[in-house]
């Protein structure tokens, strides 16, 4: 199995990362971060949030693969999980500009795989 994880930032990646590898872990699946990068961002600001995930993984046994892209978000997630061949979209909701604008609600309206979505506040259930 192949997930695609979209992170929108290293903050966002560190509230979901041991959360996403324990799921890669009971699916034996293989996942690919995405980070699509902001306008103040650079392709190492990119690479940055998705080492977290990478770290995360380390001594799992779970295989981690980054991937840093420009343009409209939900059209890169979708693109992304196309080129991957991704199984299923596991992405965080974290406060603010990515709920605001209810990225996780279009790229599941807009996708055929099936994606799957972690509140923010996970840990407090």
């Not at 600001?45 to 995360?56: H, L, M, Q, R, Y």
Request: negative net charge; contains cysteine.
């Amino acid at each position: 199995m192949k997930i695609l994880v979209p992170t929108a930032g290293e903050e966002a990646a560190v509230e979901i990362a041991d959360y996403v590898i324990a799921v890669a872990r009971q699916l034996d699946a293989e996942l690919t971060v995405l980070h699509i990068l902001k306008d103040d961002e650079t392709p190492a600001d990119g690479k940055d949030c998705c080492a977290v995930f990478s770290e995360a993984a380390h001594d799992t046994g779970v295989s981690v693969t980054s991937k840093v892209a420009t343009g409209n978000l939900v059209d890169t997630i979708i693109t992304a999980a196309k080129q991957t061949d991704a199984d299923l979209i596991l992405m965080g909701a974290s406060s603010g500009n990515v709920v605001e604008h209810w990225l996780s609600a279009n790229v599941m309206d807009e996708c055929e795989l099936p994606v799957l979505v972690i509140p923010h506040c996970y840990r407090r259930f």
